[in-house]
Structure formats: C-alpha cells, structure tokens
C-alpha cells in the first residue's frame, strides 16, 4: 500500500493501481471518456489529463500508476488548461445536433462540455461528415458524432469476443465502422449503446420515442434467462420505453443480454391481451372478469369429475408467487398433472425423483474455473452472461472443453470442442470411463464396453488436476432424448474429477417451479399430459403450441380437450382455436414478485407500470379463483405473504450413484431453440426477431 496525495487529499492505494481508480475511490472527480473500469485502457481521448508534482506536462490519469508519495492536482490551473484544451478539440467536428439526439440529457460529452467547454469555437473550418452504418436491427448508427473513444471496439475485443468494429484511418479521419458493411450479431451487443458516451451508437427501437429527462426509472430482474441479471426499467406514460442494466457485481456486473435489454417491445405488442374472454356457442365474446372466472369455473368444474383428465401446464418464467399459487390451486381441487418442463424430452429419472437444476459456483466463481466441461450446450446464446464468465476464465488460462451434437462457433478458444451427432451419448460416457479410470475406480461395470481415447482421457485429466473444475449440462441436453442418461454420465464424471456438477436451469424462474413442487409429484409430465387424452388443460402463462419441445402433440391435445384455459398476456389466433377462457395477465414488468436464480438468489421486484388495459397480475388472479373454488389457503392479501409460504422450501436433489441406465440404444432426438424464441414477450419483440439468431430456424435432429 502507499499514500498518495490529491488536491491536497492523503488516500491510501495499493501500489500500481491507476490514478482514475485511486480517484474514483476517494470521490474526486476526473472527467474521461475513453476509459471505462471494466474496459482495457487506451489513454486515447486525453480528457483525464491531470498535473502530476514534477512531471512536465500533464499526465493522462487513467494510463498512470500511482507511487508513494506522489502528489496530484486535478484542478490546478495547468490541469484546468489542458482538459479544457481537449474539450475544444473534442467539439472542433462534433455536430450540434443535441436538439435531435436521443442521448440529450443522459450524454457525458454534453456533462463534461458544461464544465470545461467554452461557449464560443474558434474552429471556422468546415466539419467532417461520417457516413452512418447499418449496423442491424438493435443499434442506430451517427458516426458523425463519434469523438473515437473506441470503448465500442474494446467492449468487441475483450468482452463480446467478436471483433465487429474496427477503426479505419488516421487522425480526425478515423472512422469507426463494421468489417464490409456488416451488421453487428453479438447476443450482447446492446453494451455498446451503454459504453457510448456520445449519441454515435443508440437504441434503434428506442429512437426518437422519449428524452431522458421524460423516463421513470424503475428496478427489477430481467424474467428471460436464469441469470437473473438485474435491470432498469424506463418508462412514459405507463409505458417500458427502453431496459438498461444495474451494476450488481456479483450477478451481470454492469452487462446485460440483448434478450433481456430488448425484449420489452413485447410487452408493448398489439397482440397484448386487454380484456376478459369466453368462448360460447363457438362465438368469443369479451367480458368482465367476474364473468369469465365463473365460467372457468363451471367449465372445470365439469371437467374435475375425472381430475385425472386435466393437466395443468405452467410457465418457468412465471414468478414464484404464481407458479406457488397455481399448483397450491390445482392439488386444492384434485389435479396432479402439473408439470413446467415443456422442453425437456426425457423424463426417465423422474422414477428415482426430481432434481432441481442449478449453476453450483457462483457467478464470480465461475470466472475463477480452472477447466469446465460443457454437455450439450450453445452457452453464448442460451446464458449470455454465464458465458461471459467462462470467457474470463479461459482467458486467465482456465480450460473450456464442449461436446455436442452439432459444432457451435464459441468466442473464446476451446481446449477440447468434440462434436457428434448419433453417437452424443457414447462420447460423455467415454470421458465417464476415461474419468474413472484416472480415479482408479473399477467398479463400474456398466461402462466397460465403451471405448475411450485420448481427447476423452485429456478431458477428464483436465477436471481431474484442477482445484476448481465444473462439469455443467446445458439446454441441448436437456431437450436430448436421452437426457437421463447424460446426468447419470455427468454425474459420474463431476464425482470422479471432483467438479462440482452444474444442471443448468434455463428459463428465469426454473428453480423456482422446482421449489414450489411445479412438477408432476403424482400425476403426469408433460409428454404423458400432451400424448395421453386429457379432457381439459390449464395453462399459465404458456403457448403449448409454440413452447413445447413436441410442439405438434400440444397443439392437437388442446384441439381435443373439452375446455381450456389460458392465462395469457397475448391473444392469437391459434390459442382462440383450441381455448374456452382466455385470462389476461400482466407481464413481469407489471407485477410484483419474485424469481430465483440459477444460483438459488430469491430476487423480488416491484410493478413498474400498470397492466395494460384490464390484465391482472396472475397471483391476484389465481387467489380468487381459490376463493371461488373454495380452496382453503388463498387469504393473500400482498404478494410477500404468498412467498412467505415458500421462503424455506427446500431444493431437490436425487442420488445419481443409485441411478441405474442402460447406454445402449436410447433416443438421438434433440432440439435446439433460437434464443429469440424462448417465451411469448421475446417472440413478439419486433427487433429481435429482425436479428439473425431469431431468422435461424429451430433444428431438430433425431
């Protein structure tokens, strides 16, 4: 540690540490705009220049390491001087287009211009004009704007790990652009409007649609993946006009995933479902609510004479408060077939009992990973941010081996990246055996058929000799038709190595749903619910049709029931087909309540905006439904009373040594879902779905 001394200050810091860090520690401000703390440094914009005691000229802050004793002046009058020199020279080209520019309000060059600029220029020149870029769907390009800070290409390079902008030319005629009029693909690339501290790269979807003085600012957890990545929610006029993220160090630091940043516009659909709805006589007609929950009902009333004719499917972006109250309200009246695993496959391990998925190093620990093996995953698109975590680990050295059905391209380099599409399962059970042979462990009979050779033996060699090594199963395993199978091998090859094992929850609240016993603890599962004659369904928060792994089995088992029920946010067509009743619900924005995390964190939010038209939010719902069904249990009042219910719930886990497989034959199906095709408000966000992941059509293999 050493003292340094500025503007008088004595602060303690540890020695090397740059002067912009020690300065932002203590409170005092230095103006910048090329460095960012979780950026590399590139000292380009020189507006950090401070006076440094015996330097002859003034020093850049952030490219400068402190040393013991030094003293530092940040508004001495030869630091003034120079900032206010960069300051004139930043203005010289930028246009004065502030009236128009959506990053008015909100724009460092505009906060930094008040404090050092002049309100007169001495540039009589005329200013340089830069062509804008389509850079895609998501970010609206104005170079002329740009004052080159490059945190954009840096964020490319060393976050996003795809090199989609670049700088061409020299001096003022520098150009940032993409390489050969490319669009911008990155899943994260939504970060660049963020790191821009001008209006050279802005929201496209937000555009011209509010100023930043207008926006309500309002927290809550983004409700699409099981990160759990904390956000802000800006809205008008009751309305989401745009997400941005909220520093949370320990979860996205300061990213956030373009699913999660834009997937808001769904909310705002046309197809948002307004007003009550029932179907009679084959004539929908819009209703009030009290109408439409007695006929539900009446309807299901009927139906609950064979209670085990009706399943219940619920959504695992659902809030715990919902997914609590739902099941609490379907075992109330009978109903067993409860199940929120509509992308999984095979449920053969139900037999031994139900595992709750979970990511077991923490998020900060996950970029600490010395080797990781990955089963069956696109983790860049499933779970952007765990990604980027793996991708800091492996690039302090750590060792990333993936095996898949099909090659993936990933963006950081891979140890070991073994793929095969018929023979998936044979290849997790060689580093299996491979894994117990370097344990010394023989008796494992069952595994004695399977060959081994040497990628596997390096694979399990790897986790073996690491202190900090993760085995982790992604969402390609678990759409796989033989799914059992690979947690029985995964299993194996954590307890072998000494990894811990990691079953990776995809949807933001799938932990959740295992918690509150979502699951079918003595009924049907899915697959048996969607291929068995159920006479009635109830589905929350879901569009079998397009949520399912068996998407084609949903849509008929809908057709051939009896009466259905919809709690949904969106109206369509094909939900009017099959359904009876149709529910209006509010979205994660416009409810309280709570998600649990890949890493068991309960986070709870507040409603950001009103539900649109009548919606309701869904635990209101349902408490009245209980009511009306005369459930005992539904007295809820807040939502923190339905999660007091569930606080202590306990995570289930199921002993995969007792588990006994068989590796021959077995079923090669499985899926792979476009990350913009997750849940009805991403689909029916305009923006993404003009991206290339979203165009990408679903794969199936079998």
Sequence with gaps: MVKVEINGQVVEAREGDMLIDVADQAQISIPRFCYHKKLSIAANCRMCLVEVEGAWKPLPACAT?????????????????????????????????????????????????????????????????????????????????????????????????????????RSEWMEIGTY???????????????????GALTSKPFRYSARAWELKSHNGIAAHDS?????????????????????????????????????????????????????????????????ALQFAVE????????????????SANATVEELHLLQKLARGVGIENIDHRLQQRDFSLDASGFHTPSLVPTL??????????????????????????????????AQAHVINPVEFDFNYPLATHLVSETNFVSEVAAIAKAAVEIAGQNEQAWLNAVEVNDSHRQIAQSLKSSEKAAVMLGQISLTHGSYAKLQKLAAVIAEMTGSTL??????????????????????????????????????????????????????????KAAFVVNFTAFDSDVQRDYADVLLPIATFAETAGTFINANGIKQSFKMAVEPKGEAKAGWKVLRVLGNLFDVTGFEQTHSNEVLAEVLDNPAKSVDFSAVDIELKGGD??????SPYMTDAIVRRAPSLQATPDAQAQPMKKG
């Design 227 to 291: 990160i759990g990545s904390n956000i802000i929610l800006h809205s008008k006029d009751n309305e989401v006009k745009r997400v941005v993220p909220r520093e949370n160090e320990s979860i996205n630091e300061v990213w956030l995933s373009d699913r999660d940043r834009f997937s808001y516009e769904g909310i705002n659909s046309d197809e948002r479902l307004t007003q009550p709805q029932i179907k009679e006589n084959g004539q929908w007609k819009t209703v009030d609510w009290e109408t």
């Design 364 to 397: 900060e620990e996950a970029e600490k990973l010395q080797s990781a093996l990955v089963i069956g995953s696109y983790l860049r698109k499933e779970l952007p941010i765990l990604n980027h975590r793996i991708r800091k680990a492996v690039l302090a050295e």
């Design 299 to 314: 309807g299901l009333q009927t139906q609950l004479k064979d209670a085990s004719k009706v399943g219940v499917l619920a």
């Design 502 to 559: 990691s079953i990776l929850p995809i949807a933001a609240n799938e932990v959740g749903a295992s918690l509150v016993n979502c699951l079918p603890m003595k009924g049907l599962n899915v697959t048996q619910m969607l291929e068995g004659s159920m006479n009635a369904f109830i589905n929350y928060a879901v569009e079998p049709e397009m949520d399912s792994i068996h998407a084609d089995k949903a849509l008929q088992a809908m057709q």
């Design 180 to 198: 050969i009029e490319k669009s911008i693909t990155s899943e994260m690339s939504g970060n660049m409007i963020d790191l821009c501290p001008v």
């Design 65 to 169: 390491p402190v040393t013991d004793g030094m003293k530092v002046f940040t508004k001495s009058p030869k630091a003034i001087a120079a900032q206010k020199s960069v300051m004139e020279f930043l203005l010289i080209n930028h246009p004065l287009d502030c009236p128009i520019c959506d990053q008015g309000g909100e724009c460092e060059l505009q906060d930094v211009a008040m404090d050092y600029g002049d309100d007169v220029s001495r540039y009589t020149e005329a200013k340089r004009i830069v062509g804008d870029r389509d850079a895609g769907s998501l970010i609206q390009t104005d170079m002329t704007r740009c004052i080159h800070c490059t945190r954009c290409v840096r964020f490319g390079q060393e976050v996003a790990g795809m090199m989609e902008l670049g700088a061409t030319g």
């Design 668 to 673: 090669d199906t499985f899926s792979i879902i």
